[in-house]
């Protein structure tokens, strides 16, 4: 029986030199960690698709410039027909000015002659007043139209 003991004491302690030189396994060899699970893709895909956009916000950005260059040329272009509008209007009024003194006293100097032709120089001075009425109402339209174009331009 001793041999018994004897050999149980051997198998134990062979067992547990196993057990240490085990546990020196798994510790020297760690267990690979897993990759990390992720949405999102390659860096590649995504300098890729940087690098798109930034494509298109250059494009973007042009054609805002070449609208803000096209538009500045159009403002331009209005202010430059509403001065000759308004200057047109001014001369307008000047000559209307002129022609209602020179009608007037024609009326004036016919009356005190007493002569038929007041009756002609009436229906000129009348023809006269509705061409200006009439140049008036259409640089008033062009006004008219040319004024919200401007206003607008102006507040870009």
Not at 40 to 47: F, G, H, K
Not at 64 to 70: F, G, L, N, S, T
Not at 114 to 126: M, P, S
């Amino acid at each position: 029986m001793n041999d018994l003991t004897e050999l149980e004491r051997r198998v134990s302690a062979a067992l547990d030199r196993i057990a240490t030189h085990v546990d020196q396994l798994e510790r020297a060899q760690p267990a690979p960690e897993p990759e990390p699970e992720s949405d999102l893709p390659p860096a590649a895909e995504l300098m890729a698709d940087l690098e798109a956009e930034r494509a298109v916000t250059a494009q973007l950005e042009e054609r805002v410039r070449a609208i803000r260059d096209k538009q500045d040329n159009q403002v331009g272009i209005l202010q430059s027909d509403l001065s000759l509008a308004r200057d047109r209007i001014a001369q307008l009024e000047t000559e209307n000015a002129a022609l209602r003194d020179d009608a007037t006293a024609a009326v004036a100097k016919k009356d005190d002659s007493g002569g038929d032709d007041t009756e002609k120089l009436r229906e000129e001075l009348e023809t006269l007043r509705a061409e200006r009425k009439a140049e008036r109402a259409e640089l008033n339209a062009l006004l008219s139209a040319l004024k919200p174009i401007v206003e607008e331009t102006a507040n870009v």
